[in-house]
């Protein structure tokens, strides 16, 4: 009889144990879960729209930066007021977004300060931006940054075209070029203040929206055919040295191509209609708007002269030498067209 007895009571404890294991399992699996909802709701929660004199503002991104997707409002969110209806942000912002704007063009005025200021705010001309030459601390804003500005014209960079959709404008006073009694232009310096002001103004506005280097560009670079501005005397290589701004090439990679041409006849290569059209491409891939036909014209000199305004300002004539060449396709390996 004790034996039974031991023999149910050892039962008893083997199978209160077993019985005992699935529901310590049960009871541990609930308590992942709100740990887990609570890392997806900490993820995924917007943050707040600020609000400021009856004006509302979104200071802060949600989107993917390597995209280019930017939620962040700079100025106040403008929305529709239908009649009858309530227009609410209860799902506001959606992630997939950016800003209009691509690109940053500068231009210089070719009038003096005054001049500059009144052609810019009272005839069909503007920009966003007048950088003046008084020494002064300021920069003048004439148009609101999400509104066009008609300072680009009749343009085109890569796969875009009418550029004053797309980009922010900023005029620098300077009184451009005269031509002298050979015809030759020669343009006029910019004042390293004023050249101090504009990379303040343009290192901002690419930051705030993450333009890239290949889309800040010269008024010459998208309307080669028609404009020189900013010229050959704009310090495009200080700026990319000293602020980060801009496209420039790498000496070593230039040097390496140089030395390359060095071996063969370029001048008389050069000259043959394959080789013509190899390099009329590569300014096309590069940006510029030109049509690669394999002879040298009138308008596509204008498109080698805007690009040796901004890359080789030593030599603007319009013709391509070695290092011209040399210079485009070190450009070409930094910064290769979009696929």
Request: aromatic residues 10%; glycine residues 4%.
């Amino acid at each position: 009889m004790r034996k039974t007895l031991c023999f149910i009571g050892l039962s008893a404890i083997i199978v209160s144990c077993t019985t005992q294991k699935p529901a310590t399992k049960t009871t541990y699996k609930p308590q992942q879960k709100p740990a887990t909802t609570q890392s997806v709701t900490k993820t995924t929660e917007k943050p707040h729209i600020v609000k400021d004199h009856g004006m509302e503002f979104y200071k802060e991104n949600i989107g993917d930066i390597t995209k280019n997707d930017n939620t962040i409002s700079y100025g106040s969110i403008v929305s529709a007021k239908p009649a009858g209806y309530k227009v609410v942000k209860t799902h506001f912002p959606a992630v997939a977004q950016n800003f209009r704007q691509k690109y940053l063009i500068l231009h210089y005025t070719a009038l003096d300060d005054d001049k500059s200021a009144m052609v810019l705010t009272q005839q069909s001309v503007s920009s966003h931006y007048l950088v003046n030459n008084l020494g002064n601390n300021e920069i003048y804003q004439l148009v609101d940054e999400n509104k066009r500005a008609y300072h680009a014209g009749v343009s085109a960079w890569r796969n875009d075209k009418m550029l004053n959709d797309t980009s922010i404008g900023i005029e620098i006073v300077n009184s451009g070029f005269k031509t002298d009694a050979s015809g030759n232009k020669i343009f006029v310096p910019f004042d390293e203040k004023q050249i101090e002001k504009v990379a303040a103004l343009a290192k901002d506005i690419i930051t705030r929206y993450n333009i890239p280097p290949t889309n800040v560009l010269a008024h010459s670079d998208i309307a080669p055919t028609r404009k020189q501005d900013p010229g050959p005397l704009f310090p495009w290589k200080k700026l990319y040295n000293e602020y980060q701004i801009g496209m420039w090439y790498d000496e070593a990679t230039k040097q390496n191509f140089l030395s390359q041409l060095a071996t063969t006849n370029f001048a008389t290569e050069s000259a043959v209609n394959t080789y013509i059209f190899k390099i009329q491409t590569a300014l096309n891939q590069l940006g510029y708007e030109i049509m690669p036909t394999g002879t040298w014209d009138a308008n596509n000199k204008k498109v080698v002269e805007a690009f040796q305004y901004h890359f080789r300002p030593e030599k603007y004539d319009g013709i391509v030498d070695a290092e011209t060449w040399a210079i485009l396709q070190a450009l070409l390996q930094k910064y290769p067209p979009a696929k």
